[in-house]
């Protein structure tokens, strides 16, 4: 199934948290925190301005992001879970 997202939105896929710390200690799934970075999935469009002049999105399929800890709405597309949010949760994109 396909998703796309209507106006300014993005779906995020979580990255995966570290299981390990930099000591060798490892950490258990009960102690762990969802993390907050995660892909790009898909993008909407964008939003209307007061115009009604469409405003194009920032970011793009496969920019590495960074959101707020309860950003969005989590869901479940064919077995895989997503996050919904709108740009504005958005912090910012990770870069190399």
Same mark, same amino acid.
């Given at each position: 199934?396909?998703?796309?997202?209507?106006?300014?939105?993005?779906?995020?896929?979580?990255?995966?948290?570290?299981?390990?710390?930099?000591?060798?200690?490892?950490?258990?799934?009960?102690?762990?925190?969802?993390?907050?970075?995660? *892909? $790009?999935?898909?993008? #909407?469009?964008?939003?209307?301005?007061?115009?009604?002049?469409? %405003?194009?999105?920032? &970011?793009? =399929?496969?920019?590495?992001?960074?959101?707020?800890?309860?950003?969005?709405? *989590? $869901?479940?597309?064919? #077995?895989?879970?997503?996050?919904?949010?709108?740009?504005?949760? %958005?912090?910012?994109? &990770?870069? =190399?």
């Amino acid at each position: 199934m396909k998703f796309r997202p209507l106006h300014d939105r993005v779906v995020v896929k979580r990255v995966e948290s570290e299981t390990k710390t930099s000591g060798g200690i490892i950490i258990p799934d009960t102690a762990t925190e969802k993390p907050q970075q995660g *892909e $790009v999935v898909a993008v #909407g469009p964008g939003s209307r301005d007061e115009a009604g002049k469409l %405003v194009p999105i920032d &970011l793009k =399929k496969g920019d590495k992001v960074l959101f707020g800890k309860w950003s969005g709405t *989590e $869901v479940k597309i064919d #077995g895989q879970e997503l996050l919904i949010m709108k740009e504005s949760d %958005v912090m910012g994109v &990770l870069e =190399k």
